[in-house]
């Protein structure tokens, strides 16, 4: 399979990974809050919370190992227990609020019935966690480029672009907490919804910022960064459950430029509505979990490798 990026014969692999590493561990602590984004407690130190919940990645893992995205750009086999402490998760709210907030939707028995709305605000409370605080990463990793390598000539204007991000995340947290702390209904319209009578190898959840649509109409303009455009997410879920499979695709009824979109889900078949959820897992999100029992399938499939290396549909190597 052709990998995305050529290392030198010579180079230090060991010491390369070290260096980043240490640049990584940097930029996060350097990113950490010093209240819970959740209940406004001052803290100290956070809580590892999970991007995915810790069952479905359970119900997948073989000999307790999952494979994630990276598998897709190069080999990268991740033990669960140190691959799942590592990546997809973050730092951001305490362990109180975090073994308390996302009890109704964390729960196996909960997700086989059609999802309350307070279900629903507890993933997208989740989703926008790992975005707000990937951003913060993001935010000082570059601070920490800059001073090791001078390596921007513009940090003024990127970091303005993630400062609108975060702006809007944190907006959108406040939102969805408020509709899970006061049991708020009939604001989500669910675009798809079902649990599958068998387990698929593939756990995730995220927010994404669509930007086509099934017929390839714009839905959001993802290179408009202009301040007063509010980025609108639709939300996905695939949580494979002991012997079936949770599929839930949704977004809040304020969020007006999914409209289109759920009415041409609605007139599609099944299949072509799975067919267009798997696609926008590997175009939109990198916050997946795949089987080992598919590896060999994934690693020898070029279409997919090559979606893996986009953003939304756009090139994005490197980044
Ligand atoms: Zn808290």
């Known amino acids: 399979m052709p990998k995305s990026i050529d290392i030198p014969k010579e180079t230090d692999i060991i010491e390369v990974r070290k260096k980043v590493n240490k640049l990584l561990s940097d930029a996060r602590n350097s990113a950490k809050p010093n209240k819970c984004i959740l209940c406004g407690k001052s803290q100290t130190s956070f809580c590892n919370s999970h991007s995915v919940a810790h069952f479905p990645l359970k119900n997948i893992a073989d000999h307790g190992k999952v494979l994630h995205a990276p598998v897709l750009v190069g080999i990268d086999i991740i033990d669960m227990q140190k691959g799942v402490n590592s990546s997809g998760t973050f730092h951001f709210i305490c362990n109180e609020c975090d073994g308390t907030f996302f009890q109704d939707y964390e729960n196996e028995q909960n997700l086989k019935a059609v999802p309350t709305d307070k279900m629903l605000a507890e993933i997208v409370v989740k989703n926008i966690l790992l975005q707000l605080s990937k951003r913060g990463q993001e935010k000082e990793l570059y601070r920490e480029l800059q001073k090791k390598f001078n390596a921007y000539a513009n940090l003024e204007d990127l970091e303005e672009i993630k400062e609108l991000d975060v702006r809007d995340y944190a907006e959108e ?12 209904t009939g604001g989500y319209q669910i675009l798809y919804w079902s649990v599958l009578p068998y387990k698929v190898p593939i756990a995730m959840q995220s927010a994404i910022a669509l ?22 997410f639709m939300h996905l879920a695939i949580l494979p459950l002991e012997e079936e499979s949770v599929i839930l695709a949704f977004y809040h009824k304020r969020d007006k430029l999914y409209r289109k979109l759920r009415h041409q889900l609605n007139s599609s078949s099944k299949q072509k509505v799975l067919q267009f959820l798997n696609y926008i897992i590997f ?13 060999l399938n994934i690693e020898s499939n070029e279409k997919l490798a090559q979606l893996a290396h986009e953003n939304a549909g756009y090139p994005n190597i490197g980044f």
């Open 173 to 184: 947290l406040q939102f969805h907490k408020g509709i899970a702390d006061k049991n708020v």
């Open 211 to 232: 930007s086509k649509d099934l017929e390839g109409n714009e839905v959001n303009n993802v290179f408009d960064k202009s301040e007063s455009v509010r980025m609108q």
């Open 283 to 295: 175009a939109y999100t990198e916050n997946y979990f795949i089987s080992k029992t598919i590896q």
